[in-house]
């Protein structure tokens, strides 16, 4: 039974330290998410010039 409960709690922590280390963007997602950013509002704001435009 010590064994099991061991084994039960160790595994507990394995997922929950698995889980939080994993919800957090690196550095390099963050500027990857920028730049997608930065090119939908290009994109955008063309689009609003070209509806203007017309």
Known sequence: MNTLLKLTLSTLLFFSLCFATGCEKS?????EDAVEDAADAVEDA???MQDAVN
């Not at 550095?27 to 500027?31: E, I, M, T, V």
Request: proline share 0%; net charge negative; glycine share 0%.
């Open 27 to 31: 550095a390099s997602d963050k500027a």
């Open 46 to 48: 063309a689009d609003n």
